[in-house]
């Protein structure tokens, strides 16, 4: 039997390789990640991945195939993917992937290891989430120094500013996407599925049908209170 110390480096040996839906030709040197659970994918997120464009080659929308701590509730990955993929077709230089690793870390190394060691990688994410990246209780007080090392933060101001560090200012910066996506969240759009209110101003027209089929079922008991709930993707 191994021990609990091998065991780790045994897991840590294994290869995570990403499963691609749709990739962009060309070979970029600077690519864009945007991590979620897109349950469902908004007009939010795509606002977030233009933005981004002026200082990337290409996004990459990632969905994990598990979240950390987390189980999928509302609709299951493969309509997930779906709905992801008909809302970023021709939209713009957007890939689609899923990724075994859930964490920032895991993501960025499966990035590696489909788009060579030299890429030059970017986390898109709001405020709340490069808050909890910067300031979590890491066990090791060098994990946040040595994962900003790997990849920066292309950091969306939405319900405010967020002001990095002064030792990490140089791995975190700012994007802009307006005010008008402050309060857009996939938590909305499910609630306002489930509650019969108006949602398609939310999402990618392309992609109203899937979310329609995918999230009609919210809309009573149990599948309505699952379906609401915030699912926050840990770094």
Same mark, same amino acid.
């Given at each position: ?91 713009? %230089? ?46 090791? %007080? ?94």
């Amino acid at each position: 039997m191994l021990s609990r110390n091998q065991t780790v480096l045994s897991f840590a040996l294994q290869v995570l390789r990403m499963e691609f839906f749709h990739r962009v030709t060309s070979s970029p040197k600077h690519l864009g990640i945007l991590p979620g659970t897109f349950n469902p994918v908004t007009l939010a997120h795509l606002s977030l991945a233009h933005a981004a464009l002026p200082l990337v080659d290409e996004i990459l929308f990632v969905l994990p195939k598990i979240f950390p701590h987390k189980e999928y509730s509302g609709a299951t990955f493969d309509k997930r993917i779906r709905i992801l993929q008909a809302a970023t077709a021709g939209a713009g %230089p957007f890939s689609t992937a899923s990724s075994e690793g859930g964490l920032f870390l895991d993501i960025a190394r499966e990035c590696r290891q489909a788009y060579g060691e030299a890429i030059q990688l970017s986390f898109l994410c709001g405020c709340d989430a490069a808050d909890r990246i910067i300031n979590w209780n890491y066990d090791d %007080p060098n994990t946040c120094a040595s994962m900003l090392r790997e990849f920066h933060l292309l950091v969306a101001a939405r319900r405010g500013e967020y002001q990095p560090p002064p030792e990490f200012a140089h791995a975190i910066h700012r994007l802009e996407i307006g005010t008008a996506w402050n309060t857009v969240s996939a938590t909305d759009v499910r609630r306002r599925i489930g509650c019969g209110e108006p949602w398609e101003h939310l999402v990618p027209s392309a992609a109203h049908d899937l979310v329609r089929q995918a999230y009609a079922a919210a809309g009573s008991g149990e599948a309505l209170r699952q379906a609401t709930e915030k699912i926050r993707l840990p770094h």
